[in-house]
């Protein structure tokens, strides 16, 4: 199995940056895609910006731009800075991993979340 622990999360005014941690342990596939996604209440959950093993990325229109997802494959460890906040990023951040090769693959892991919370 695969464990993800989130940090980094917490309250800042409008245009404020956060950066976000998740690391993961367990049963870690050397291809694989590390990603953060996000859920407001009332909303579903959506894609913020993913990055694979080989450092390709992926993101939301709203995150490009002012938001940076990167990884530290020794470490296992995937990390998002976010700049410029606004309060529409309001939300809990969710790290997610998925295994991109083997038994596994295509299996999603999520971490528990950690919150977000932007004021103007």
């Known amino acids: 199995q695969v464990q993800l622990v989130e940090s980094g999360g917490g309250s800042v005014q409008a245009g404020g940056s956060l950066r976000l941690s998740c690391r993961a342990s367990g049963i870690i596939f050397s291809i694989n895609t590390m990603g953060w996604y996000r859920q407001a209440p009332g909303k579903q959950r959506g894609l913020v910006a993913s990055i694979t093993s080989g450092g390709n990325t992926n993101y939301a229109d709203s995150a490009n731009g002012r938001f940076t997802i990167s990884r530290d494959n020794a470490k296992n460890t995937v990390y998002l800075q976010m700049n410029s906040l606004k309060p529409e990023d309001t939300a809990a951040y969710f790290c997610?991993?998925?295994?991109?090769?083997?038994?596994?693959?295509?299996?999603?892991?999520w971490g528990r979340g950690t919150q977000v919370t932007v004021s103007s």
């Open positions: 997610q991993y998925r295994p991109d090769s083997g038994a596994y693959s295509g299996i999603n892991y």
